[in-house]
């Protein structure tokens, strides 16, 4: 998983002026808490959290 963003002009931008992100891991959920390109460390900007299944069943 990786922070990055496109200010318009095509190009990938990432790991620079703030770019950053949190990850807290409780049992099975991962919430990333995300920072944009501005310099401000309030990690607001993207906030979402992905659920590991490991039951072994799997739906389609």
């Known amino acids: 998983m990786k ?3 496109d200010t ?3 190009v990938m931008q990432s ?3 703030g ?3 949190i990850v807290e891991e409780i049992e099975n959920v ?3 808490l995300c920072n944009d390109g501005e310099l ?5 900007d993207l906030i979402f959290t992905l659920e ?3 039951s072994g069943q ?3």
């Open 8 to 10: 318009g002009d095509g």
């Open 52 to 54: 590991i299944d490991r």
């Open 30 to 32: 991962r919430r990333y």
């Open 40 to 44: 401000d460390d309030d990690f607001d």
């Open 58 to 60: 799997h739906s389609i």
């Open 3 to 5: 922070n990055v963003w």
């Open 19 to 21: 770019g950053a992100m």
């Open 15 to 17: 790991w620079h002026a």
